[in-house]
């Protein structure tokens, strides 16, 4: 890593944040344990390395729900955009979490002598074609793999040397794993569980994960609805007052191409609303210190050019805006990244 990128520069948001991060954590694995101690029935008191097997693996799939709730809440409700600045930890904390879940059941088999059970169970073909009694651990391998690629690119340093748009398709099979993870403990706990509790927990998780992803593609789509161009290949945006000031109003081209429509005072600009970093949406950021700021990390372009201040260089395609009738418009072709196109309103 020796082409310019250096390691984070940690910040009291980022100190905060980790120390939250941290302390929830821990929090969450203690209370489980304690609480699951507490309320065991009498004779069926579980071992510490039970415990711990299942605090570790429950704490992970939480924290991945959370995870992939972020995105759309942060997309139904800007003031949650906070949120997203720092995902990443959250990310590669889930993956430690979800590690040392995957290291203490390896462990509960060696500390009874049984590693060549563990070793049987997943290379037995016969355990594969049955429903009741599948084995569900290369479930659980197969999650943590795609966890341990995201968490190994997670750095910047591959994301330039990727692309961002490899970078994310590498990245998307965390819904894959999520799924994975689904089946792991509906497969595996729910055989030999049979609280209502398991089922309701995992259902009511799940699909509200799901929900917020419908919630936010329809959201979407009524934005990609937008008006046509007219033969000239001018979109309508609306009355300058009709973009909120230090913000943008996203419209979609033909294609499904959005361009985010900013304000800052009087001057009004259009950029493409991915950002250069990690193709996140410019646009439901905001301007601070007189540039676009992208909401997941905080990358930041000026309005009139696209271009990051130095001594970055990233650049976004700009698009050409107008006032006609009292009323923004933005053409729907792109120019070259960095090409100033803005302009300032008459008061």
């Known amino acids: 890593m020796s082409t310019g990128f250096q390691a984070v520069q940690w910040n009291r948001a980022k100190i905060v944040y980790d120390i939250t991060l941290a302390a929830g954590v821990t929090l969450y694995i ?35 729900s959370l995870i992939l709730a972020i995105g759309p809440l942060a997309r139904l409700n800007p003031r949650l955009l906070p949120l997203l600045y720092n995902r990443r930890h959250f990310g590669l904390f889930a993956f430690c979490i979800a590690a040392m879940h995957g290291y203490f059941v390896v ?20 355990n594969y074609s049955k429903f009741i009694g599948i084995t569900i651990k290369p479930l659980g391998m197969v999650a943590l793999l795609i966890f341990f690629v995201m968490a190994a690119t997670s750095h910047d340093y591959w994301l330039s040397v990727l692309t961002p748009p490899f970078w994310k398709a590498l990245h998307m099979p965390v819904y894959a794993a999520y799924g994975l993870i689904i ?39 009524t934005t990609d609805a937008g008006l046509a161009p007219d033969q000239d290949g001018w979109i309508a945006v609306g009355p300058p007052d009709s973009i909120s000031d230090k913000r943008a109003k996203i419209v979609a081209a033909p294609g499904g191409e959005r361009i985010a429509v900013f304000r800052d005072g009087a001057r009004i600009g259009a ?73 300032v309103v008459p008061a």
């Not at 462990?107 to 037995?124: K, N, S, V, Y």
């Not at 403990?185 to 992803?213: C, E, F, R």
């Open 30 to 64: 203690g209370g489980y344990m304690a609480l699951a101690r507490a309320l065991a029935a009498p004779g069926k008191m579980p071992g510490w390395d039970d415990l711990r097997i299942q605090a570790f693996g429950s704490c992970a799939f939480f924290m991945i």
């Open 107 to 126: 462990d509960w088999f060696a500390l009874r002598g049984a590693l060549p059970d563990f070793w049987g169970e997943i290379t037995t073909a016969a």
């Open 183 to 221: 089946m792991h403990v509906a497969l595996g706990l729910m055989q030999h569980d049979y609280s209502p509790a398991i089922p309701l927990i995992l259902g009511a998780t799940s699909g509200l994960v799901a929900l917020l992803h419908i919630l936010s593609g329809l959201k979407e789509r």
């Open 271 to 343: 950029v493409s609303n991915l950002c250069a970093h990690q193709n996140g949406p410019v646009g439901e950021g905001e301007i601070i210190d007189g540039c676009i700021t992208c909401p997941w990390h905080g990358w930041q372009y000026r309005l009139e050019d696209g271009r990051s201040p130095p001594p970055f260089k990233e650049e976004l395609a700009t698009y050409r805006v107008r006032l006609r009738e009292g009323r923004i418009e933005v053409h729907a072709e792109p120019l070259p990244p960095g090409t100033p196109a803005s302009l």
